[in-house]
């Protein structure tokens, strides 16, 4: 166990819709990161924050935002689903920007 | 630009068997390391980091990883490979930025 947790583990939907994934990072860590895990296309990283400002954006599309809030957690909004948005998503957690990463378990996504 | 390849998408071994997968990264300076370890719907687990120091770090599960620059190289090796070490293995580096650059993995087949 990482002691990052993510919520849903599951989750199912149609195209169109949005969804929110929620991140709790580990006790102490200020850094979040958001990744995509797809067949075709492996991990990707979409974004990362740190201590409620975001620090680097990878290839996260215009479809999906994200925030960290004063309590550290972490939410990716993804809206206008796609079929091709089906895919594995992690979060993961450092104490700082750049130090080791602590992935939590991932959440399911299956847009239909 | 900075990436990380890690050449063999798959790999087979017998249980007992010695292991080497291949990593090799692209970065002016000395990056940091990682290797992380993903078992079938789980997140990923961090096995071994290299930062700096000896250049051959340990990790757990019996893990090692030699960093060698002049390859610009960091193979993760394990004498004896056992059955439950059947996951998909990830090289990372930690880039300019702090940005973090993932291999597309190297799926580890462990046959008895």
């Known amino acids: 166990d990482s002691g990052v947790t993510q919520t849903p583990k599951h989750l199912i939907t149609a195209t169109g819709q949005r969804v929110t994934l929620r991140c709790s990072p580990r006790?102490?860590?200020?850094?979040v990161y958001w990744y995509q895990q797809s067949l075709d296309q492996g991990l990707q990283f979409l974004i990362q924050?740190?201590?409620?400002?975001?620090?680097a954006k990878g290839n996260i599309l215009e479809r999906f935002s994200a925030q960290q809030f004063p309590d550290l957690h972490s939410e990716l909004n993804l809206s206008s689903l796609e079929l091709g948005d089906s895919a594995l998503y992690f979060c993961?957690?450092?104490?700082?920007?750049?130090?080791?990463?602590?992935f939590g378990p991932g959440t399911r996504l299956l847009v239909l | 630009a900075q990436s990380v390849t890690q050449p063999d998408i798959h790999i087979t071994v017998s249980e007992g068997a010695s292991l080497e997968l291949r990593c090799n990264y692209s970065?002016?300076?000395?990056?940091?390391l990682f290797w992380y370890v993903q078992s079938p719907g789980q997140g990923l687990q961090l096995l071994l980091k290299?930062?700096?120091?000896?250049?051959l770090v340990q990790g757990i599960k019996g893990f090692e990883a030699e960093f060698k620059r002049s390859q610009s190289s960091f193979n993760l090796r394990k004498p004896s490979v056992h059955w439950s070490d059947a996951a998909e293995y990830f090289c990372a580096a930690r880039g300019a930025g702090n940005q973090f650059y993932f291999g597309t993995g190297t799926s580890l087949t462990v046959i008895p």
């Open positions: 924050y740190y201590n409620g400002e975001e620090r």
């Open positions: 993961a957690s450092s104490v700082g920007p750049g130090e080791t990463q602590y």
């Open positions: 290299y930062f700096s120091g000896d250049t």
């Open positions: 970065y002016g300076a000395t990056p940091y």
């Open positions: 006790s102490g860590d200020l850094s």
